[in-house]
């Protein structure tokens, strides 16, 4: 991309006026063009799925917490079937384990909205060029939650979302009441569980909530 070539973004965002807010600001500057909106991952999904008229975004801002498909899993879905796009994921939580595993889903640079409209920029400029770009506090977080995995023991090998889709199992839910308690879909509850049996080695439900409870995983009482 030279320098007299627009930036094409997708906002994705589930509050209308902080979409309206981005919308209002990257507009001001000549060389970005906000050519989508989305107001949950799967509208994102769709929208790319169907084309964007003028040709697909070059950078994709993701709000992290959303309805129906959050920003971690709409990346990685994104990223499955669009590997070109550069992904900044922008939002108001700083989690050690969110900021894993939104870099782990495929996330360029992870930035929190409190960021001035400068260091904005500035990562919308390496995400560009498929560069990382973080602030202190959030390099930190992504340190202190990788050796958090790493301390919980790497031979689960589990993601986040595994877990809790586990502990749910553990509890008895059925895929659909998964899917409503995380607000994801059947269909992506169904690859968690496959996932979860490879990752176990187990065959079935069953043995998936007698492993988690005896790893201690399960509260009682």
């Known amino acids: 991309m030279n320098g007299n070539e627009q930036w094409r973004i997708m906002i994705v965002d ?16 000549p060389k970005f063009d906000v050519v989508a909106e989305a107001g949950d991952g799967l509208e994102a999904l ?4 169907k084309g964007v008229p003028g040709g697909e975004p070059n ?7 959303m309805p129906h498909m959050d920003g971690v899993e709409a990346t990685k879905a994104i990223m499955k ?15 050690d384990e969110k900021v894993v595993a939104a870099v782990e889903a ?3 640079s992870y930035v929190l909205k409190t960021v001035s409209a400068e260091e904005l920029i500035y990562a919308l400029n390496g995400a560009v060029k498929g560069m990382p770009v973080m602030t202190s506090d959030v390099s930190q977080a992504l340190t202190r939650g ?14 986040e979302r595994e877990r809790e889709v586990l502990l749910l199992i553990a ?5 659909k009441e998964i899917g409503e308690e995380l607000h994801i879909s059947i269909k992506t509850v169904k690859t968690h569980v496959s996932n979860l049996l490879m990752k176990c080695e187990l065959e079935d439900r069953t043995q998936l909530a007698v492993f988690a409870h005896r ?4 509260k009682t009482g």
């Open 14 to 29: 589930d509050h209308d006026m902080v979409r309206a807010g981005l919308r209002t600001y990257l507009m001001l500057e």
């Open 106 to 108: 495929g996330a360029v």
């Open 146 to 159: 990788l050796r958090q995995r790493t301390a919980q023991g790497a031979d689960e090998g589990l993601t």
């Open 215 to 218: 790893k201690g995983w399960v």
């Open 46 to 49: 769709d929208i790319l799925r």
């Open 81 to 95: 079937e669009f590997p070109e796009q550069k992904i900044v994921m922008l939002t108001s939580f700083l989690e």
């Open 171 to 175: 509890e008895g839910r059925s895929n």
């Open 59 to 65: 950078l994709i801002l993701m709000d992290l917490m």
